[in-house]
């Protein structure tokens, strides 16, 4: 599974941006995506994910009713719906997937996932 994300960029707070992670080989609508975030100095954060199979989505705490996890099987692809950004949310968007079937207890580590997409920069200006 060969992973690229887009769509990143600079915002002012309170604004909004999508990411897109488009997904090529394997069966996109049983693969497991997930979104992870690195800020500079810290260490990957997890975002959410989204199970192919049954729809569910999970999101962290730190953006739950903010962010919108959904996708599209017909394109292959995932997106990631950022609104009301902070400075906080400022990090480089990483978009993950994994062929198993984790728990959801496993979806924050990113040892769950087998493919990982480059990375797109989000920046959210104060």
């Known amino acids: 599974v060969q992973l690229q994300a887009s769509g990143g960029g600079l915002v002012q707070t309170g604004g909004s941006l999508r990411l897109s992670c488009a997904a090529s080989?394997?069966?996109?609508?049983?693969?497991?995506m997930g979104w992870f975030r690195q800020a500079p100095g810290k260490e990957r954060e997890y975002v959410g994910a989204s199970r192919g199979n049954t729809g569910m989505k999970y999101y962290a705490s730190s953006v739950r009713g903010r962010f919108t996890i959904s996708r599209d099987n017909g394109k292959n692809t995932v997106y990631l719906q950022m609104n009301r950004l902070e400075p906080e949310d400022t990090a480089v968007y990483y978009c993950?997937?994994?062929?198993?079937?984790?728990?959801?207890?496993?979806?924050?580590?990113?040892?769950?996932?087998?493919?990982w997409g480059q990375g797109t920069q989000v920046t959210v200006s104060s």
């Open positions: 993950a997937a994994t062929v198993s079937r984790p728990i959801a207890g496993v979806l924050p580590d990113p040892d769950t996932y087998d493919y």
């Open positions: 080989g394997g069966t996109f609508g049983s693969i497991v």
